[in-house]
Nanobody, 117 residues
Framework: VQLQASGGGLVQAGGSLRLSCAAS????????MGWFRQAPGKGRELVAD???????TYADSVKGRFTISMDNAGTTVYLQMSSLKPDDTAVYYC????????????WGQGTLVTVSS
């Protein structure tokens, strides 16, 4: 499985950005796609994820500001980020977890989001 992320950049506080992540390869019928982020000097944390036909999970810190969605094919996930804060500055990583004969996790390359105050 390959994941191609795009959409990062520099934005002022209060602004918006949209991240996209396209998956290709051997994608299981049941899978979860989402976004993690890692700020300088901190560990990687879940931002949001969505399962095929299933629930959506958000970190408390982004609830009400970020929206995750998946296309009908289940191969592209979007993260609409609004009301951005400087604390949202991080490298954002796309993630896919295949729930097939075995559970396997894949990572995309990171995309940098910088929110200036």
């Amino acid at each position: 499985v390959q994941l191609q992320a795009s959409g990062g950049g520099l934005v002022q506080a209060g602004g918006s950005l949209r991240l996209s992540c396209a998956a290709s390869g051997s994608i299981a019928g049941i899978h979860v796609m989402g976004w993690f982020r890692q700020a300088p000097g901190k560990g990687r944390e879940l931002v949001a994820d969505v399962a095929t036909g299933g629930p959506i999970t958000y970190a408390d810190s982004v609830k009400g500001r970020f929206t995750i969605s998946m296309d009908n094919a289940g191969t592209t996930v979007y993260l609409q980020m609004s009301s951005l804060k400087p604390d949202d500055t991080a490298v954002y990583y796309c993630n896919l977890v295949n729930h097939g004969s075995e559970i396997r996790r894949y990572w995309g390359q990171g995309t940098l989001v910088t929110v200036s105050s």
